[in-house]
């Protein structure tokens, strides 16, 4: 085996708690049948209790997703991926 004497790495970084996917705001397995589908791209809240100032993230428009509660103008899905999100309901379109 031939040996690689300039290799350079990148440093090495660790992600801030933020980055990391919590627990309970997952499903596992991840739907594989969707009731609502996302037409604009618009922001998402976790799913845990408790507004945040700013969002956790963007759904992307056409992204799958599975409505599991209405509350007003916001609506409690579970994304394609596993992830259990609040985003506004007038972003979202019923597949059915």
């Known amino acids: ?8 790495r990148p440093k090495a970084v660790v992600l801030p708690d ?3 996917v919590r627990r309970k705001s997952t499903i596992s ?9 996302v037409t ?12 945040a100032d700013a969002p956790d993230g963007q759904l992307d428009p ?8 209405r509350d007003g103008d ?3 899905v579970a994304v394609e991926d596993g992830r ?3 985003t506004a309901c007038s972003g979202l379109r019923g597949l059915y």
Not at 29 to 37: G, K
Not at 62 to 69: A, F, G, H, Q, T
């Open 1 to 8: 085996m031939e040996q690689v004497d300039r290799v350079i």
């Open 40 to 51: 604009r791209a618009q922001p998402y809240f976790a799913f845990e209790a408790g507004q």
């Open 18 to 20: 933020s980055a990391l």
């Open 62 to 69: 056409n992204l799958k997703v599975v409505m599991l509660r």
């Open 29 to 37: 397995p991840p739907p594989n049948q969707f009731t609502h589908e």
């Open 84 to 86: 259990l999100v609040k």
């Open 74 to 76: 916001w609506c409690y």
